[in-house]
Protein backbone atom coordinates (compact mmCIF):
# COMPACT_ATOMS: atom_id res chain seq x y z
CA UNK A 1 0.00 0.00 0.00
CA UNK A 2 1.31 3.32 -0.61
CA UNK A 3 0.33 7.00 -1.36
CA UNK A 4 1.45 7.40 -4.59
CA UNK A 5 1.13 10.69 -6.30
CA UNK A 6 -1.33 11.66 -3.17
CA UNK A 7 1.73 11.92 -1.40
CA UNK A 8 3.22 15.34 -1.38
CA UNK A 9 -0.41 16.74 -0.71
CA UNK A 10 -0.65 14.10 2.01
CA UNK A 11 2.87 15.24 3.50
CA UNK A 12 1.68 19.05 3.24
CA UNK A 13 -1.87 18.83 4.80
CA UNK A 14 -0.31 16.60 7.58
CA UNK A 15 2.51 19.84 8.49
CA UNK A 16 -0.51 21.83 9.16
CA UNK A 17 -2.40 19.40 11.44
CA UNK A 18 -4.73 18.45 9.12
CA UNK A 19 -6.13 15.49 11.06
CA UNK A 20 -6.95 13.43 7.34
CA UNK A 21 -3.60 13.53 6.65
CA UNK A 22 -2.30 12.40 10.05
CA UNK A 23 -4.91 9.00 9.24
CA UNK A 24 -3.62 8.45 5.83
CA UNK A 25 -0.29 8.32 7.01
CA UNK A 26 -1.08 6.25 9.44
CA UNK A 27 -3.62 3.70 7.55
CA UNK A 28 -0.75 3.55 5.27
CA UNK A 29 2.26 2.61 7.65
CA UNK A 30 0.61 1.47 10.46
CA UNK A 31 -0.13 -2.31 9.68
CA UNK A 32 3.95 -2.79 8.05
CA UNK A 33 4.70 -1.10 11.20
CA UNK A 34 3.14 -3.30 13.72
CA UNK A 35 3.90 -6.44 11.65
CA UNK A 36 7.53 -5.55 11.68
CA UNK A 37 7.57 -4.77 15.80
CA UNK A 38 5.04 -7.76 16.20
CA UNK A 39 8.06 -9.94 13.77
CA UNK A 40 10.75 -8.66 15.99
CA UNK A 41 9.23 -9.87 19.10
CA UNK A 42 8.76 -6.20 20.68
CA UNK A 43 7.39 -6.12 24.41
CA UNK A 44 3.77 -4.41 23.52
CA UNK A 45 4.16 -3.72 20.07
CA UNK A 46 0.64 -1.53 19.80
CA UNK A 47 2.17 0.08 22.49
CA UNK A 48 5.52 0.68 20.19
CA UNK A 49 3.83 1.71 16.99
CA UNK A 50 2.43 4.40 19.09
CA UNK A 51 5.55 5.73 19.88
CA UNK A 52 6.40 5.55 16.65
CA UNK A 53 3.72 7.59 15.28
CA UNK A 54 4.16 10.26 17.96
CA UNK A 55 7.78 10.35 17.36
CA UNK A 56 7.16 11.01 13.82
CA UNK A 57 4.02 13.45 14.74
CA UNK A 58 6.97 15.48 16.65
CA UNK A 59 9.73 15.09 14.18
CA UNK A 60 7.56 15.55 10.67
CA UNK A 61 9.10 19.29 10.39
CA UNK A 62 12.78 17.90 10.31
CA UNK A 63 11.72 15.19 7.48
CA UNK A 64 12.76 15.93 4.34
CA UNK A 65 12.17 13.53 0.74
CA UNK A 66 9.35 11.54 -0.87
CA UNK A 67 7.25 8.56 0.08
CA UNK A 68 10.06 6.13 0.46
CA UNK A 69 12.56 8.00 1.98
CA UNK A 70 9.38 9.25 4.49
CA UNK A 71 9.36 5.20 4.59
CA UNK A 72 12.80 4.47 5.36
CA UNK A 73 12.52 7.28 7.95
CA UNK A 74 9.42 5.68 9.34
CA UNK A 75 11.41 2.01 9.66
CA UNK A 76 14.21 3.65 11.37
CA UNK A 77 12.48 5.12 13.84
CA UNK A 78 10.57 2.03 14.62
CA UNK A 79 13.76 0.00 14.24
CA UNK A 80 15.28 2.85 17.04
CA UNK A 81 12.30 2.46 19.63
CA UNK A 82 12.97 -1.03 19.38
CA UNK A 83 16.40 -0.94 19.85
CA UNK A 84 15.23 1.46 22.97
CA UNK A 85 12.42 -0.84 24.19
CA UNK A 86 14.82 -3.93 24.21
CA UNK A 87 17.72 -1.79 26.56
CA UNK A 88 14.94 -0.74 28.89
CA UNK A 89 13.84 -4.15 29.64
CA UNK A 90 17.63 -5.42 29.96
CA UNK A 91 18.08 -2.29 32.54
CA UNK A 92 14.38 -3.02 34.37
CA UNK A 93 12.67 -6.31 33.39
CA UNK A 94 9.46 -6.68 32.96
CA UNK A 95 6.92 -5.95 36.44
CA UNK A 96 3.86 -8.48 37.32
CA UNK A 97 0.48 -7.20 37.94
CA UNK A 98 -1.47 -8.19 40.87
CA UNK A 99 -4.44 -10.33 39.85
CA UNK A 100 -6.70 -7.51 40.63
CA UNK A 101 -5.17 -4.60 38.09
CA UNK A 102 -5.85 -7.03 35.23
CA UNK A 103 -9.13 -6.76 33.52
CA UNK A 104 -10.86 -9.26 31.76
CA UNK A 105 -12.93 -9.32 28.70
CA UNK A 106 -14.91 -11.02 26.82
CA UNK A 107 -13.78 -13.30 24.48
CA UNK A 108 -15.35 -13.21 20.86
CA UNK A 109 -15.03 -13.67 16.97
CA UNK A 110 -14.04 -17.14 15.42
CA UNK A 111 -12.18 -19.42 17.80
CA UNK A 112 -11.16 -21.42 14.90
CA UNK A 113 -10.02 -18.72 12.93
CA UNK A 114 -8.40 -17.50 15.73
CA UNK A 115 -7.02 -20.43 16.59
CA UNK A 116 -5.63 -21.02 13.02
CA UNK A 117 -4.07 -17.70 12.69
CA UNK A 118 -2.20 -17.93 16.06
CA UNK A 119 -0.37 -21.22 15.15
CA UNK A 120 0.84 -19.61 11.88
CA UNK A 121 2.04 -16.44 13.65
CA UNK A 122 4.03 -18.52 16.59
CA UNK A 123 5.19 -20.90 13.27
CA UNK A 124 6.37 -17.68 11.49
CA UNK A 125 8.10 -16.75 15.24
CA UNK A 126 9.73 -19.58 15.64
CA UNK A 127 11.27 -19.88 12.31
CA UNK A 128 12.32 -15.98 12.64
CA UNK A 129 14.14 -17.06 16.21
CA UNK A 130 16.61 -18.76 13.82
CA UNK A 131 17.86 -15.58 12.26
CA UNK A 132 20.10 -13.74 13.69
CA UNK A 133 18.62 -10.24 15.30
CA UNK A 134 20.48 -8.20 12.46
CA UNK A 135 19.69 -10.97 9.75
CA UNK A 136 15.95 -10.44 11.16
CA UNK A 137 16.13 -6.54 11.38
CA UNK A 138 17.32 -6.60 7.99
CA UNK A 139 14.66 -8.89 5.87
CA UNK A 140 11.64 -7.49 7.98
CA UNK A 141 12.84 -3.68 6.73
CA UNK A 142 13.30 -5.30 3.53
CA UNK A 143 10.16 -7.30 3.01
CA UNK A 144 7.76 -5.81 5.28
CA UNK A 145 9.05 -2.12 5.34
CA UNK A 146 9.27 -2.56 1.59
CA UNK A 147 12.70 -0.75 1.75
CA UNK A 148 15.89 -0.56 -0.44
CA UNK A 149 19.12 -2.07 0.86
CA UNK A 150 20.56 1.57 1.41
CA UNK A 151 17.52 2.73 2.73
CA UNK A 152 17.87 -0.16 5.47
CA UNK A 153 21.81 0.35 5.20
CA UNK A 154 20.51 3.69 6.81
CA UNK A 155 18.38 2.88 9.09
CA UNK A 156 20.67 0.37 10.86
CA UNK A 157 23.38 1.98 10.41
CA UNK A 158 25.48 -0.37 8.69
CA UNK A 159 27.27 -0.72 5.31
CA UNK A 160 24.72 -1.62 2.04
CA UNK A 161 27.51 -4.50 1.52
CA UNK A 162 26.89 -5.78 4.84
CA UNK A 163 23.08 -5.76 4.65
CA UNK A 164 23.19 -7.25 1.33
CA UNK A 165 25.41 -10.25 3.30
CA UNK A 166 22.73 -10.47 5.53
CA UNK A 167 20.56 -10.77 3.60
CA UNK A 168 21.87 -13.13 1.62
CA UNK A 169 22.41 -15.28 5.09
CA UNK A 170 19.39 -14.96 5.90
CA UNK A 171 17.38 -16.16 2.91
CA UNK A 172 19.68 -19.31 3.54
CA UNK A 173 18.62 -19.76 6.71
CA UNK A 174 15.15 -19.29 6.35
CA UNK A 175 15.23 -21.79 3.03
CA UNK A 176 17.03 -24.55 5.22
CA UNK A 177 14.01 -24.01 8.16
CA UNK A 178 11.18 -24.10 5.30
CA UNK A 179 12.35 -27.18 3.96
CA UNK A 180 12.73 -28.77 7.33
CA UNK A 181 9.32 -27.82 7.94
CA UNK A 182 7.80 -29.15 4.71
CA UNK A 183 9.57 -32.23 5.53
CA UNK A 184 7.86 -32.85 8.59
Do not use: C
Not at 135 to 160: E, F, H, I, K, N
Amino acid sequence: MSLGERFTGVLRAARTGQRWAWEAIYRDLSPVVLGYLRAQGASEPSDLAGEVFLQVVRDLGRFEGGESQFRAWTFAIAHNRLVDQRRSLKRRPFELLAVEEIEYTQAGGNVEDEALSRMEEQRVRQILTRLTEDQRSVLLLRVLGDLTVDQVSASLGRTPGAVRALERRGLATLKRQLSKVEVK
